[in-house]
Every structure is written in C-alpha cells, then in structure tokens.
C-alpha cells in the first residue's frame, strides 16, 4: 500500500514536454497544470495552477541544453511544490546534465556531478530517476534514493529485429575503450560477437591510430555509446571501421546531445543508420534522414508507476 501521497501527478518543465505527455498519456493520467516562463531580465518565473498538497508529484526534465536554464527551471518547480505541502517530489531526468564532470581530472578541477546532486537534494526532491548516467557511481553523489533506468534494453530490442537470425553477419564495436563494458553487454543481448575500437596517439601533435580489436571485415557493424556529443569520436571510428573492410555502419546511442559540429560530422561519416533514444529533444535542423528516435515514454511509465506502488524497479531489467 502507498502512504506517500493520496494520488500521483505528472509535470513538466520546458525541456520534455513531449516525453512528459507520452508518460501521463501510458499511465492514463492528465499533465499537471503549470507553466515556467522567463522575466524580462532572464530570471525564470513558475506558477502551478493546480495543488500538490498530499500529492506523489513527478517532474519531467532533462538538464540539456541550455543546460543551466533547465537546471534552474527543476530546482525552483522542486522547491515550489515543497513549499506547497507535496508528499513526496521525484525529480525525472531522462538527461543528467554536468555528468562527464564526475571526478577531478587534473588539479582544481570542479567536481560538478555532485554539486549538480546537491542542488537538487538541497531544493527538496525525495528522490530521482534518470537514465544511462555517464558514469554509474553519481548515483552515490546523492543522499536520496536515484533508480537508474538503461536504455540498452530499448536500442537491443529494436536492433535485434533487425539483425534477426543473421547474427554471424553482425559485430557490436565499442568505440572506444571507456565503453567496452556496454558494448559487450550488448553484444550478449543480441547474441553478437563483439569488436573494439582502441585509439592511441603515438606523440603530441600527431593524428591518433585507430587499431580494431577484433574482425569487421565483410560484417554489418552496429556501434554502440551511451551519448553522441561533438560526435568525433563516433565518427572516427566509423571511418577506420570502413577502412578495416566491413559492408556497412550503424550506430545507435542513448542520449543525443549533438553540440557543435556534431550535424556536419555525422553527414559526411559513413553511417548508414543512426538509433536514438528521445531523452533530449531534436530541433527540426537536428533531424537527419537516417535518424531513427525511439521514445523512453514507456519505460519510464512503468519505473513511475513502480515506485509510485512502492515495487522495486530493477525487475524492469532482468
């Protein structure tokens, strides 16, 4: 039996109004009504037009770009429904933002993850729900439960389709060696063998060696990433993947944050077909003909509707 609130309540703030809708549209629920807006001088203005008190609210965002302008917009809808008496407040981030600066790679350095955490526990939230954090252990940089949720059962369920019985034909590449670990994870869902990309610069100044542990050539290659940013390293291993003699590449990634150059990479890279998981939004200009977006609606539904009922959520993944 649920004591946390007398009933559950879906919001959101700008960044994923569409996967916000999708997830109170499975679980057959109306949005919660509010609006976030901007003054005039930038600071961002909140009203909630309906109570909360007593409620199990949950609040969809993605900390993407802007990336502090949407940090700010969930920190002051946490705080608001504090103030307004909710029973419990989920902070929903289907895009954890500040993630790769989880550790201090040279002296300094900010570790911003954890600040990023304690923002969000400081404003009030009971707990969060994200997926595919760039690295597993910010879980430990909250002081409030954090379920994780993996977008790999999504991208395998829908390329083992593809791949269907010719799996011989198929390798999975990591692309680089700080995804081994996913990619062989992968691999073991869709019953593929499995492929590395190691890429080494010899001296200063001088173009990396892109070396392929494993065979590609003649195989159709899926390559596998947790996100797509600037999109070179994506690319780069794409290349010397074509280069070691294999027919075609795919790639598939959970996050598509896509910054920079990352458009114009991908259209000159070899890359036949590129699955995404709708985690962060794509503007118009963003979507590529061989783009193919698969919705985290859901699964998130389902992890809502679990914690909501006090179920465990890791059964989800089994």
């Known amino acids: 039996m649920n004591f946390h609130g007398k009933d559950i309540k879906i919001f959101a703030a700008n960044a994923n109004q ?3 809708k999708q997830i109170s549209e499975c679980l057959g629920l109306p949005m919660g009504k509010s609006e976030v807006s901007t003054f005039s001088d930038g600071e961002i203005s909140l009203s909630l037009f309906e ?16 990336v502090n302008n949407n940090l700010m917009e969930l920190l002051i809808m946490i705080d608001a429904m504090k103030r307004a008496s909710a029973a419990r407040i989920t902070a929903v981030m289907p895009y954890f933002g500040y993630a790769r600066q989880d550790r201090k790679a040279k002296a300094r350095d900010p570790i911003s993850a954890k600040l990023c955490a304690d923002l969000i526990t400081t404003a ?16 430990g940089f909250f002081n409030i439960p954090v379920d994780h949720l993996l977008g790999a059962p999504i991208l395998s369920s829908f390329l083992k389709e593809r791949v269907g019985d010719e799996t011989d034909d198929y390798v ?3 692309p680089d060696l700080g995804s081994v670990t996913r990619a062989r994870n992968f691999a073991a869902r869709i019953g593929c063998p499995l492929a590395i990309v190691d890429k080494r ?3 200063a ?6 070396n392929i542990i ?7 290659v899926i390559l596998v990433d947790d996100m797509i940013d600037t ?15 294999a027919k075609e590449v795919n790639a598939c990634a959970t996050h598509a944050v896509l910054s920079g150059p990352a458009i114009d990479r991908i259209k000159a890279s070899p890359i036949k077909e590129l699955v995404l998981l709708d985690t962060i939004p794509l503007s118009p200009e963003k979507q590529l003909e061989n783009f193919t977006i698969l919705p985290v609606a859901p699964l998130f539904a389902e992890a809502i509707e679990r914690i909501y009922e006090d179920k465990p959520v890791s059964p989800m993944f089994v």
Do not use: Y
């Open 51 to 66: 109570s909360v008190r007593g409620s199990d609210c949950f609040i969809v965002q993605s900390t993407c770009a802007p």
């Open 231 to 245: 999109a070179g390293t994506l690319c780069n291993a794409a290349s010397a993947i074509m280069e070691k003699g």
């Open 124 to 139: 009030g939230a009971d707990r969060v729900l994200t997926m595919d954090l760039h690295a597993p252990q910010i879980q």
């Open 18 to 20: 569409r996967v916000a």
């Open 205 to 210: 100044n001088v173009c990396e060696v892109m």
């Open 201 to 203: 610069r010899q001296k």
């Open 214 to 220: 494993g065979d590609v050539k003649g195989k159709k």
């Open 172 to 174: 999975i590449v990591s």
